[in-house]
């Protein structure tokens, strides 16, 4: 066999390797952006959860007619701003995440002052509904809390991948950008005060 015919095999054998390489890399990088994907369809399912939850304690509070209909009416519009608020997986940049987070936050700081004052009515304290309805908004925050922790990790899974030497020069031919975190939101870092 003469040297030409080995360096052509040869130069075969390096591209399939490169090839194959290339196409494993990109199988990976897929597999990761999906499993991102899901990771926030999670984060958006426990969402809605805590929004469909809120009609139900709207309604359990409004049979008590000398209630503060300002803030149920706070309530009800934190809500619609809320689920309003819609990202596309494909673009989840830490800017259109701060965007749902502000949302969420809203509907949040509502919920927060809706159970403060119903401190103030022990009648509707001691309500079945109303107590089984605090429960179950209390178990989707838990489970808020664990789906942008697993959000966050699948994030980080894929960042690091796509940035790493030589994906990141085929995540970038493909069009593989970086996605954004949940983060705290500013001020969390200090418990807030409650005064009656």
């Given at each position: 066999m003469n040297l030409g015919k080995i360096l052509t095999l040869g130069g075969i054998a390096l591209a399939l390797i490169l090839v194959f390489s290339m196409c494993?890399?990109?199988?990976?990088?897929?597999?990761?952006?999906?499993?991102?994907?899901?990771?926030?369809?999670?984060?958006?399912?426990?969402?809605?959860?805590?929004?469909?939850?809120?009609?139900?304690?709207?309604?359990?509070?409004?049979?008590?007619?000398?209630?503060?209909?300002?803030?149920?009416?706070?309530?009800?519009?934190?809500?619609?701003?809320?689920?309003?608020?819609?990202?596309?997986?494909?673009?989840?940049?830490?800017?259109?995440?701060?965007?749902?987070?502000?949302?969420q936050q809203g509907l949040s700081g509502a919920l927060g002052r809706l159970l403060m004052v119903t401190e103030n009515y022990p009648e509707l304290k001691a309500n079945q509904n109303f107590m089984?309805?605090?429960?179950?908004?209390?178990?989707?925050?838990?489970?808020?809390?664990?789906?942008?922790?697993?959000?966050?990790?699948?994030?980080?899974?894929?960042?690091?991948?796509?940035?790493?030497?030589?994906?990141n020069i085929l995540a970038g031919m493909f069009g593989f950008s970086p996605k954004g975190y949940f983060q705290a939101t500013p001020g969390s870092e200090r418990a807030p005060e409650v005064k009656f």
């Open positions: 494993g890399s990109y199988n990976t990088a897929v597999g990761k952006d999906e499993a991102l994907k899901q990771a926030w369809s999670q984060v958006e399912n426990q969402y809605q959860r805590r929004a469909d939850l809120i009609p139900n304690l709207v309604n359990t509070v409004k049979g008590y007619a000398n209630f503060e209909q300002q803030t149920l009416q706070a309530v009800v519009a934190a809500r619609a701003s809320a689920t309003q608020v819609k990202i596309d997986p494909a673009n989840l940049t830490p800017e259109a995440i701060q965007r749902f987070e502000q949302a089984d309805l605090q429960k179950q908004l209390e178990g989707t925050e838990n489970r808020i809390s664990v789906e942008r922790k697993n959000f966050n990790e699948a994030v980080q899974d894929y960042n690091s991948y796509i940035r790493k030497f030589p994906t």
